[in-house]
């Protein structure tokens, strides 16, 4: 199984699941323009794609993803309150789920788990070809007893480290936004990542990417600092999955 992220970030993001059989898309917050721009880099067609599945309505995770499926007929999967929001348009298939249960696309097993942020029915994944485990978290305001239990035991692991704390608070944003951002529905912070870490199992984790950074209130060295000292590992094994360039091929063996 292999992941490739093609942006991370408030301006648009979108991740690439691929087994021998499948390809998926989570989420698409970019044109359909750039999205096959940076589709390109990773060899991958648009036509290719065997689904796009969706975590929540924000702007950043689903503006490309209506006009692409429509584009290139691909169904869609997401919970009825992320469809609620009516933001994707019509759409050539779509395929509800339950953020409590697992469905398959393909060879790909994908179990959903709910999160607390600030969206109609937000959702996130562990995607699995049967030998091994892909968990996302992204957008999840705090940590739950449910999602450690869920993400515990991966071999890989996406998670968001939006902001630093001090930054945040020191930051341009208004006072009500900053309240949004760092409260217990909007992002996690890199210390809260570096305290998930610390919670769960990570003995047979292969890669750790940090997501979802603030370009205004993180930086890299923060993320990894937060992660190698939850881990007790190199700075250079954690991976970033950037906005401009997001995350080369990673293979999960």
């Not at 698409?28 to 589709?39: A, D, H």
């Not at 209506?66 to 009825?80: E, Q, S």
Request: net charge negative.
């Amino acid at each position: 199984m292999q992941f490739a992220s093609l942006g991370s970030g408030s301006r648009g993001n979108a991740l690439l699941i691929k087994t021998k059989q499948t390809c998926v898309m989570l989420d698409n917050g970019f044109s359909v323009r750039e999205t096959e721009r940076r589709l390109a880099r990773f060899n991958v067609s648009a036509d290719t794609l065997n689904a796009i599945v969706v975590t929540h309505e924000h702007a950043d995770h689903i503006n490309g993803v209506g006009v692409l499926a429509r584009k290139f007929n691909i169904p869609v999967y997401a919970t009825r309150g992320t469809l609620m929001a009516k933001r994707l348009g019509e759409l050539p298939v779509t395929n509800y789920i339950n953020n409590h249960a697992a469905f398959e696309i393909e060879d790909l097993h994908i179990q959903g788990f709910p999160v607390p942020h600030d969206a109609r029915e937000p959702c996130q994944f562990v995607f699995s070809d049967g030998k091994c485990r892909l968990a996302v978290l992204t957008d999840t305001g705090r940590s739950t007893v449910h999602i450690e239990a869920q993400i515990s035991s991966c071999d890989a692991l996406i998670l968001e480290c939006n902001h630093d704390i001090d930054l945040l608070q020191q930051g341009v944003y208004p006072y009500s936004v900053k309240q949004r951002v760092g409260g217990e529905y909007g992002h996690l912070n890199n210390r809260q990542a570096a305290d998930i870490l610390m919670a769960i199992d990570t003995s047979r984790l292969q890669h750790i990417v940090a997501a979802h950074l603030s370009e205004k209130h993180n930086e890299i060295a923060l993320a990894k600092n937060a992660i190698s000292g939850a881990l007790g590992c190199e700075q250079d094994w954690i991976g970033i999955a950037d906005q401009d360039h997001g995350l080369a091929w990673r293979e999960i063996c």
